[in-house]
């Protein structure tokens, strides 16, 4: 048997601005039925808070492709390699088990976390890590690396267990009425509010470094786009024509958001060069152009535009041109983005009175219905491509959902109140 | 049989670190100021008056009808309807009689769709009064317009009566 243990120096900054607030609440309302078995055995010596199996465990579980197993049915737990007898996890069918164990370095408190993956039925060694040493409250961080690393492992993606969602919460009517815009792990945990208004907050979008988020806020009758850094809590507003300013979109270098803008006639998409601050014309038909989004190689946007009637997802080149409509199914398409690797848009879908959320193949035009609400929205690819998050009407009041893009795993989250409008963040860049 | 191999990963490296460093604790809110609210004058609450008043504000002298200041509009539209069109007749005679006086047109739409492109939509209705204002002998120096979407309903709930108080322009007296 051979073991093999990497260390990994993967720098998680932490460091999130504003405090805590209300915690979303997760549910998985629809699981995988060919969902692999995987049993996390709890860690050797987790004398922090956080339960690092636990949390490994949760997460692969809220994925929809795994199931684990109840610690009452764990035959043993053991915590290194040769303690293992694969036959007490073939008795309870387990594909895969993870173990591990914790070190507290006494001076300075921090926590080190080393784990194993092993094949059951071949007895075989998939992984092995001694993650970086963390202090006992990021150990969820650990947690969530380590499961991303198993996911990648044995899916052949990669996991999204370490981003986070942007969304804006809000609450109370007339005068009372007040917008929030949060960060929080992609499980709920950890939100933090960025920026807090009694007047609407709208449409975050992470910058391609994770660094920032533009937004539009209004101020007395006026709306501005906002370039916020979430870690050093700089704000700055970029642009605040008269009319509307909205809709922004990071260009995939970072440097330059198309924006939608009116001041010039109706709304209209526009190019603006964040250095310099400089604008560029990109659509001028009647009517309303808006919802841009870039295709991942930065070549060409989609953008809902009413150039031929009602709203439907036309595309053009980022250096002008004609535009080229994309859809034709349904009375109205808006808001389309691309998925990560190019190849779909992900838009919302008005037809038989319902909004709903949809795939449309980019070379074929074909159209997969993904969602079934009425007033679905907003929809975020997750940067692994493989789910898509969206906002939905509750029982209680708009909340967040999430479906796979082959339709088949579906998780809700809710708290008090609003929520809307989710972004979900890109990965740690590797 | 243990073998030890290091791998040194370090992601987003000194950038990130000084990122973190470099983090303060303070509240962050500081693109908005929310302490005015002074900007809620706006007449939000405003949606039941369907009478019109005469010279209910203690600011009209003029004894023009002022007290309905928000005007509705159809699914998918912004073509003023009859009464609309007579609410901003009042407000043009009103900013003609008045030079120095402002208003801001606060456009609104019902939930429908998505969310950017309603404060398209709201805009357009915005406009719709703004040439109403105009036709009628206004100046544009005295009209802003912003618009405000689906994101400051009127009133809660999901069915048509809601969202026929939600299609909106709020006329507000600066």
Redesign the interface.
Known sequence: ???????????????????ASAQLEFEVTEGLTGAQPIAIVPFANNGAEIDVAQVIEDDLVRSGLFYGLARGDMLERPSEPKAIDYRNWKAVNMDNIVIGSMQTDPGSGRVTVRFYLFDVLRGEQKLGFEMPPTSPENLRYTAHQIADLIFEKLIGIPGVFNTKIAYVASKG???D???ALMVADWDGYNPR???????????PQWSPDR?SLAYV????????I?L?N????Q?R?LVSE???N??PAWSPDGKRLAV?L?YES??DIYIIDIASGNKKRLTTAPG?D??PAWSPDGQNLVY?SERGGP?QIYMVSASGGSPKRMTFEGR?N??ASFSPDGTQLVL?N?QDSR?RIALLDVEDRSMKILSDG??D??PSFAPNGAVIIYAT?GPQGAELATVSTDGRVRQRLRQKGDV??PAWSPL??? | MYKNLVLSLLVGGSVALAGCSSASKKDSSAGMSDNSADRFTSGANDISGQGTQVGSRQDDTSGLALSQRTIYFEFDSSDLTAEGKAIAANFAAYLVSRPTAKLRLEGHADERGTREYNVGLGERRANAVQQALLANGASGAQLSIVSYGEERPAVDGHDEDSWAQNRRVEIVQL
């Not at chain 1, 048997?1 to 405090?19: A, E, T």
């Not at chain 1, 979430?230 to 809590?233: A, D, E, H, L, Q």
């Open positions: 048997m051979r073991v093999l243990i990497r260390v990994l120096s993967l720098f998680v900054c932490l460091s999130w601005i504003g405090q009517y007339g005068l009425r007040t917008y509010t960025v920026a807090r208004s009694r007047e609407p907050l709208m449409s660094k806020g209004y101020d007395r009758g006026r709306s501005s906002y916020h979430v870690r050093t809590g704000v507003s008269k009319g509307i909205g809709s939608t009116s109706n709304p309303i808006t919802e809902t709203p109205q808006l808001r919302v008005l909004y009425r007033f929205e907003g009407q809307r409008e740690l860049k590797k």
